[in-house]
């Protein structure tokens, strides 16, 4: 690495240290009424949406969005961050420069591959948590988005859900197959030598007791920054019988992920030579394998629904230091057995109806964590700093109670959350210790029919994380970890607590749908990563994570959608977010060994949240089978990280478009694509940091926008209709 800066290396060392330690909206039918089919009313297993209340989104009042696979394919991701980019206050940014690796951030909160970066986001997979136990962490690219059917988000504080849920969920809800046997094949490719190939079978068994869903695809890019290649594989198969009074399914699910890695640039290299790659030889290698079985039992009162599940997750990282410094390597190893029971019933009380449900869930994770300092390339060894194991284990237990009486809905609940977290130094067993959390969060609200299709809710709800397991590993300033070569057996830190205040509501109005919230998050205890004031040597730096007293998120996210007649359908979305600091504090920076200061004040921004964010686009159905595509994101300023004081210039907001063509029929589909389609130059991610090829200077360290990327995607389906 021929340039690197300290709080560059803290970015760095995040991610080395993920090997280091374990309806809104219902859309208005646009089907005409005479050539709808019927279908047998089938249970979803593994929803996150609360089924208490006469509609969707009753019993849950928060902003909360279902997005179909129309919607999805439409679009055309690769990946879950691609897509979500598109809704109402989420945005990404990139600070290790691959395209599989972005971070997700919505109102103020994270879902992140990044390792040590807080994650505020909770994401599922037929609701089985996919944070991973050792630090939270999301890997995107290890997410089945080509065997999804359905996506359900929720904005806000999700009481029931969970550690991690502080500003909202994402479930992906998968294909269970059904109906007549059919296939599906697809091919894409693009330049940057991009190319992916999926296919998918689905359909019944055993006279059509069963219903099956099996598929498997391979993703490849050499990337538009130099060595940036990377790839992905997955297989994933769904075997169950669901039927109006019982059902069980079946699942298994693999995954593997390589990714090389660029970074930031300085802004002298980012406006020169964009592509450049001064980082390379960082990788990051992961493999992934879920199983589980759920299932459900309907009952003269009630549904009682249970699931059972079994993930291993592995990860190996390499980064990549200065000359004269050893590389670092980084392994980690998660185990999670899991499980969970859930409850529900309704019964009339008086001319109300009352619905109540009662769950737990529960699981134990292995995580081991070893760390490396690698001389090899001047012929030194490989010498191990860190062997860290955490055998971890969490109950929660939850209540949820909603009253509708005439078109009002009053609903009310709790979470408890218990979680221990021991720490087993394998190098030194004197230095073991073990950490304990416990936390009961309430939620109430009520939700209002108010007619003609206008419905209104509000809602305050209490939200919790656990310290992860890296975090607790690090967190004593009198010990300073050197990241990333070892951790340590520090001090507890406390756990995130968080409040949300929301109103909101969603109107349809013949063939538009409209919907508003405005929300306000007081958060205490937030964690961060903090560098010690110690100067760094070579390329490590020496931190340490710690709470942050009071830090606050509000804002406004209101969004459009028009359904026109003929199947166009037309969106618009804006998002304003405030994210600030409500206590002093004094957060390392780069900049204050160069006269500048990072001394946090009360109403100071977070970095890397933009304050606004503007949306739009559409869909249109052409003649003879043709239909064409467009979206446009602006999204605002924000402060650059290592500038939480607010000192100095923000970076850049941009706008990006992108669009599409296509042609099906004949069970035929062939679509072009194409991001960021005016070449616009943008950065995504900006910090602070010390140009040591550039004559030692302080710059701007920024990540560049991914540059035009055209694809074609041809599909060939088989066989008896649509799922």
Same mark, same amino acid.
Request: one cysteine or more; charged letters at 20%.
């Given at each position: 690495m021929t340039s690197t800066l300290r709080a560059a290396r803290i970015g760095c060392a995040l991610a080395l240290l993920g090997a280091a330690a374990p309806l809104a909206a219902q859309q208005p039918d646009s089907v005409r009424r005479d050539t709808a089919i019927v279908l047998a009313p089938i249970e979803v297993v593994g929803t996150i949406l609360a089924p208490t209340g006469p509609k969707i989104g009753s019993g849950i009042p928060a902003r909360t969005t279902i997005i179909s696979r129309a919607q999805i394919e439409a679009i055309e991701p690769r990946l879950l961050s691609d897509f979500l980019t598109t809704q109402a206050g989420i945005s990404s940014y990139d600070d290790?420069?691959?395209?599989?690796?972005?971070?997700?951030? #919505?109102?103020?909160?994270?879902? #992140? =591959?990044?390792?040590?970066? =807080? $994650?505020?986001?909770?994401?599922?997979?037929?609701?089985? *948590?996919?944070?991973? =136990?050792?630090? @939270?962490?999301?890997?995107?690219d290890l997410l089945p988005m080509e065997h999804v059917t359905r996506i359900e988000l929720l904005s806000g504080t999700s009481s029931l859900l969970g550690r991690n849920s502080l500003g909202g969920a994402?479930?992906?809800?998968?294909?269970?197959?059904?109906?007549?046997?059919?296939?599906?094949?697809?091919?894409? !490719?693009?330049?940057?030598?991009?190319?992916?190939?999926?296919?998918?079978?689905? !359909?019944?068994?055993?006279?059509?007791? &069963?219903?099956?869903?099996?598929?498997?695809?391979?993703?490849?890019?050499?990337? &538009?920054?130099? /060595?940036?290649?990377?790839? $992905?594989?997955?297989?994933?198969?769904?075997?169950?019988?669901?039927?109006?009074? &019982?059902?069980?399914?079946?699942?298994?699910?693999?995954?593997?992920?390589?990714?090389?890695? @660029?970074?930031s640039l300085p802004l002298s290299v980012f406006r020169t030579k964009p592509d450049s790659n001064l980082s390379s030889g960082d990788y990051e290698d992961l493999n992934n394998l879920q199983l589980a079985v759920s299932g459900y039992r309907r009952t003269a009162r009630g549904q009682f629904s249970a699931s059972v599940y079994g993930r291993r997750h592995r990860a190996e990282r390499f980064n990549v230091n200065q000359e004269d410094d050893p590389d670092n390597l980084g392994k980690s190893r998660n185990l999670v057995i899991g499980g969970s029971a859930d409850y529900r019933w309704d019964q009339s009380v008086g001319g109300a109806t009352l619905g109540l449900r009662v769950g737990t869930e529960g699981s134990v994770a292995r995580t081991e964590v070893e760390l490396f300092a690698d001389s090899s390339k001047f012929s030194g060894p490989l010498v191990?700093?860190?062997?860290?194991?955490?055998?971890? &284990?969490?109950?929660?237990?939850? @209540?949820?109670? #909603?009253?509708?009486?005439?078109?009002?809905?009053?609903?009310?609940?709790?979470?408890?959350?218990?979680?221990?977290? =021991?720490?087993?130094?394998?190098?030194?067993?004197?230095r073991d210790t073990t950490s304990s959390y416990s936390r009961l969060s309430p939620k109430a609200g009520v939700s209002v029919d108010a007619g003609s299709g206008l419905t209104l809710y509000g809602s305050v709800g209490a939200a919790y994380r656990a310290p992860a397991v890296i975090e607790l590993a690090c967190a004593d300033e009198a010990e300073p970890c050197p990241l990333p070569f070892a951790l340590g057996d520090d001090p507890p830190i406390k756990p995130v607590r968080a409040v949300t205040y929301e109103v909101g509501g969603s109107l349809i109005a013949g063939n538009a749908l409209l919907s508003a919230s405005a929300y306000r998050t007081d958060v205490r205890d937030d964690i961060g990563l903090f560098a010690s004031d110690s100067s760094p040597s070579g390329s490590t730096i020496e931190g340490y994570f710690d709470n942050l007293d009071k830090t606050r *998120? /509000?804002?406004?996210? @209101?969004?459009?959608?028009?359904?026109? *007649?003929?199947?166009?359908?037309?969106?618009?979305?804006?998002?304003?977010?405030?994210?600030?600091?409500?206590?002093?504090a004094e957060i390392f920076s780069i900049r204050e060994d160069f006269g500048g200061e990072n001394e946090v004040e009360v109403g100071d921004e977070m970095p890397l949240v933009p304050s606004h964010q503007v949306k739009f686009g559409g869909s249109v159905n052409l003649s003879r089978g043709f239909f064409a595509g467009a979206d446009g994101r602006y999204i605002g300023s924000q402060y650059l990280r290592g500038d939480e004081a607010n000192e100095e210039p923000k970076l850049d907001g941009y706008f990006v478009a992108d669009a599409r063509l296509g042609w099906r029929g004949q069970g035929w589909e062939i679509v072009a694509v194409g991001n960021n389609i005016f070449q616009n130059k943008y950065a995504t991610f900006g910090t602070f940091n010390v140009n040591q090829g550039g004559g030692d200077v302080l710059e701007r360290f920024l990540t560049p926008g991914y540059r035009r990327v055209v694809r074609l995607v041809v599909r060939r389906s088989f066989g008896g209709g649509e799922d």
């Amino acid at each position: 690495m021929t340039s690197t800066l300290r709080a560059a290396r803290i970015g760095c060392a995040l991610a080395l240290l993920g090997a280091a330690a374990p309806l809104a909206a219902q859309q208005p039918d646009s089907v005409r009424r005479d050539t709808a089919i019927v279908l047998a009313p089938i249970e979803v297993v593994g929803t996150i949406l609360a089924p208490t209340g006469p509609k969707i989104g009753s019993g849950i009042p928060a902003r909360t969005t279902i997005i179909s696979r129309a919607q999805i394919e439409a679009i055309e991701p690769r990946l879950l961050s691609d897509f979500l980019t598109t809704q109402a206050g989420i945005s990404s940014y990139d600070d290790l420069g691959a395209s599989y690796k972005l971070s997700l951030s #919505s109102r103020g909160f994270y879902a #992140s =591959p990044v390792v040590g970066l =807080p $994650q505020g986001i909770s994401v599922f997979l037929d609701g089985v *948590r996919q944070n991973e =136990p050792d630090a @939270a962490q999301v890997n995107f690219d290890l997410l089945p988005m080509e065997h999804v059917t359905r996506i359900e988000l929720l904005s806000g504080t999700s009481s029931l859900l969970g550690r991690n849920s502080l500003g909202g969920a994402v479930n992906l809800v998968t294909n269970s197959g059904g109906g007549a046997t059919r296939g599906e094949v697809e091919l894409s !490719g693009g330049n940057y030598k991009t190319f992916g190939g999926n296919a998918s079978v689905a !359909g019944s068994a055993g006279q059509g007791r &069963w219903s099956y869903y099996a598929g498997g695809g391979y993703n490849r890019e050499d990337g &538009w920054r130099q /060595l940036t290649e990377a790839d $992905q594989y997955n297989g994933f198969f769904n075997l169950g019988r669901l039927t109006e009074t &019982w059902g069980i399914r079946f699942q298994g699910y693999g995954a593997k992920a390589r990714a090389e890695t @660029a970074g930031s640039l300085p802004l002298s290299v980012f406006r020169t030579k964009p592509d450049s790659n001064l980082s390379s030889g960082d990788y990051e290698d992961l493999n992934n394998l879920q199983l589980a079985v759920s299932g459900y039992r309907r009952t003269a009162r009630g549904q009682f629904s249970a699931s059972v599940y079994g993930r291993r997750h592995r990860a190996e990282r390499f980064n990549v230091n200065q000359e004269d410094d050893p590389d670092n390597l980084g392994k980690s190893r998660n185990l999670v057995i899991g499980g969970s029971a859930d409850y529900r019933w309704d019964q009339s009380v008086g001319g109300a109806t009352l619905g109540l449900r009662v769950g737990t869930e529960g699981s134990v994770a292995r995580t081991e964590v070893e760390l490396f300092a690698d001389s090899s390339k001047f012929s030194g060894p490989l010498v191990q700093t860190t062997f860290v194991k955490s055998p971890t &284990w969490d109950v929660g237990t939850y @209540a949820l109670a #909603s009253l509708t009486t005439g078109r009002v809905t009053f609903s009310a609940g709790a979470r408890y959350d218990y979680v221990r977290i =021991p720490f087993e130094n394998q190098l030194d067993a004197t230095r073991d210790t073990t950490s304990s959390y416990s936390r009961l969060s309430p939620k109430a609200g009520v939700s209002v029919d108010a007619g003609s299709g206008l419905t209104l809710y509000g809602s305050v709800g209490a939200a919790y994380r656990a310290p992860a397991v890296i975090e607790l590993a690090c967190a004593d300033e009198a010990e300073p970890c050197p990241l990333p070569f070892a951790l340590g057996d520090d001090p507890p830190i406390k756990p995130v607590r968080a409040v949300t205040y929301e109103v909101g509501g969603s109107l349809i109005a013949g063939n538009a749908l409209l919907s508003a919230s405005a929300y306000r998050t007081d958060v205490r205890d937030d964690i961060g990563l903090f560098a010690s004031d110690s100067s760094p040597s070579g390329s490590t730096i020496e931190g340490y994570f710690d709470n942050l007293d009071k830090t606050r *998120r /509000l804002g406004v996210e @209101a969004s459009a959608t028009l359904f026109v *007649r003929g199947g166009h359908t037309l969106y618009a979305n804006y998002a304003f977010t405030k994210a600030t600091f409500q206590s002093e504090a004094e957060i390392f920076s780069i900049r204050e060994d160069f006269g500048g200061e990072n001394e946090v004040e009360v109403g100071d921004e977070m970095p890397l949240v933009p304050s606004h964010q503007v949306k739009f686009g559409g869909s249109v159905n052409l003649s003879r089978g043709f239909f064409a595509g467009a979206d446009g994101r602006y999204i605002g300023s924000q402060y650059l990280r290592g500038d939480e004081a607010n000192e100095e210039p923000k970076l850049d907001g941009y706008f990006v478009a992108d669009a599409r063509l296509g042609w099906r029929g004949q069970g035929w589909e062939i679509v072009a694509v194409g991001n960021n389609i005016f070449q616009n130059k943008y950065a995504t991610f900006g910090t602070f940091n010390v140009n040591q090829g550039g004559g030692d200077v302080l710059e701007r360290f920024l990540t560049p926008g991914y540059r035009r990327v055209v694809r074609l995607v041809v599909r060939r389906s088989f066989g008896g209709g649509e799922d």
